[in-house]
């Protein structure tokens, strides 16, 4: 398990309002199917989870449950 970061919670309301804490981890598993399914956006994208998930462009809801689709126009950054 690795820390990404912190999320506002305030901003997360629009998926759930039940969210726990602000922190926001990534698993081994969660890594390795990054880099199976979707080869080098590991290694590309990595260094700017922590931007990604503290202040997004859009937060989509997501089938998974405690899941959403986040994203962040590189130009921000």
């Known amino acids: ?12 309301k629009c ?10 981890i990534i698993t081994d598993n969660q890594i390795q199917h ?3 399914r979707h080869p080098n956006d590991y290694e590309r994208f990595a260094s700017y989870f ?10 989509v809801e ?6 959403a689709l986040i994203l962040l126009s590189l130009i921000h950054i």
């Open 62 to 67: 997501s089938k998974k449950p405690n899941t």
């Open 1 to 12: 398990m690795h820390s990404v970061g912190k999320i506002d919670r305030d901003i997360y």
């Open 50 to 59: 922590g931007d990604i998930v503290s202040k997004p462009d859009y937060i």
């Open 15 to 24: 998926i759930t309002k039940d969210i726990v804490t602000d922190e926001v």
């Open 34 to 36: 990054i880099k199976d």
